[in-house]
C-alpha cells in the first residue's frame, strides 16, 4: 500500500493512494492526527490498531498538494554517510578524506533536524553565498520504521520496517567540510525534500531496487541498492544499538555516485536548477531550488 500527506481544501489530511496511483482518499482522523501526517497513522498501527477508516470521495492526485509523508518527524533523521561503493571511491579525496576507517567497519551516521523537511513537489531555499556556495544533492532510499525497538538485531530487523520513501538529502557542502559534525550543513532549512508518499515494505524490496537523480533532466545518480556497503538490516541493527527506535522514525540509507561534489571540476546546485529523484517501486520527487534568502532575509 501507498500512504500519503497530503493538504486538500486548506486541510492536512492523511490517505491510501489507489494502487493505479491516480487518486487517493482520505482517512477518517481527528484534526489533531491528521495535521501529524503519517506519523500519527504509524504510531497507531504499532500499537495494534488497525488503519482508521476511509472517509469520502477518492481524490484525484491533481486535485491535491502532497506533501512530506511525515511533515515533522518527531525528532531527527538518521542518515548515513558513505554508503555505495562507487560514492566512497568519489569522495574518497574529500569528504572522506579523513576518515581512514575500514568503509567496511561501521557505518558513518550523522543527523537532520526534523524542521528541515519540505514536500516533493516544494521549493529548496538556497541560502545566500554568506550561508553556503556550494549546494549539492543525494537522492536516498529512505526506511520507515514501523515496530520500535532497542538493540534490534539484524536478523529481526525487517520486521521493524514499515515502509520505504524518497530522500533528497540536500548538503552544504563547504559547511559539512569545515565543522568535525556534519549536522550543520545538512540541516539547512528545506534541506531534506521528502516523498511522494510511504509505500509499504510488502510491496518494495529496499535492498534491491534502482536510484536515480537528474538535475535539470541530466542523469546525475543511478545505482542499485543491491550496492550499499551497509545492507538495510545492518542499518537497523547500528542505529538501535543502545538506542530506542520508535515507530515513524527515519532513517536515509546514504546516496549512490554521481553527486555534484565528485564531478571534475565539482559542480554546485544553482538557483532555478531542479533536482528529480525516481526510485523504482516507491515513485518520484522533484524539487526546485530557488535563490529566496534575499527576501527571507531580515
Ligand atoms: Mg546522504
Keep these: 500500500m501507498r500512504f500519503a500527506t497530503f493538504i486538500h481544501q486548506g486541510l492536512r489530511q492523511v490517505g491510501q493512494v489507489a494502487p493505479d496511483g491516480r487518486t487517493v482518499t482520505a482517512f477518517d482522523l481527528a484534526p489533531q492526527d ?38 515533522l518527524p518527531r525528532r531527527n533523521i538518521w542518515c548515513v554517510g558513505r554508503n555505495y561503493h562507487a560514492h566512497a571511491k568519489e569522495l574518497s579525496a574529500s569528504v572522506f578524506k579523513n576518515n581512514s576507517a575500514d568503509p567496511a567497519a561501521w557505518p558513518i551516521v550523522f543527523t537532520k533536524v526534523p524542521e528541515c523537511v519540505v514536500g516533493p513537489t516544494d521549493p529548496v531555499a538556497m541560502p545566500g553565498p554568506a550561508a553556503s556556495s556550494q ?16 538493540n ?18 540536500v548538503t552544504a557542502r563547504d559547511v559539512q567540510m569545515r565543522h568535525q559534525q556534519w549536522d550543520l550543513g545538512k540541516s539547512f532549512d528545506t534541506f531534506c525534500p521528502m516523498g511522494p508518499w510511504i509505500v509499504t515494505a510488502d510491496e518494495l524490496d529496499g535492498s534491491n531496487t534502482r536510484v536515480r537523480c537528474w538535475v535539470n533532466g541530466d542523469l546525475r545518480q543511478d545505482a542499485l541498492t543491491t550496492d550499499l556497503i551497509f545492507d538495510l538490516p545492518n542499518l537497523i541493527e547500528t542505529c538501535s544499538r543502545g538506542i530506542t527506535l520508535y515507530p515513524g522514525d527515519l532513517i536515509a540509507t546514504g546516496t549512490p555516485s554521481g553527486v555534484g561534489m565528485g564531478m571534475t571540476p565539482p559542480t554546485w546546485l544553482k538557483s532555478g536548477d531542479s533536482v528529480r529523484i ?21
Aim: no cysteine; proline share 5%; net charge negative.
Design 34 to 71: 491528521a495535521g501529524r501526517g503519517m506519523l500519527s497513522v504509524i504510531e497507531q498501527l504499532a500499537k495494534g490498531r488497525k488503519l482508521p477508516a476511509l472517509t469520502g470521495a477518492a481524490l484525484p492526485l491533481e486535485s491535491v498538494k502532497l506533501q512530506a509523508p511525515i511533515p
Design 135 to 150: 549546494i549539492d544533492y543525494e537522492a536516498e532510499l529512505t526506511i520507515v520504521i514501523g515496530k520500535g525497538g532497542r
Design 278 to 298: 525516481a526510485i523504482d517501486g516507491l515513485g518520484e520527487i522533484e524539487n526546485r531550488f530557488v535563490d529566496l534568502h534575499q527576501q527571507q532575509s531580515r
Design 152 to 169: 534490534i538485531p539484524r536478523e529481526k530487523a525487517m520486521e521493524h520496517v514499515f515502509g520505504y520513501t524518497i530522500v533528497n538529502d
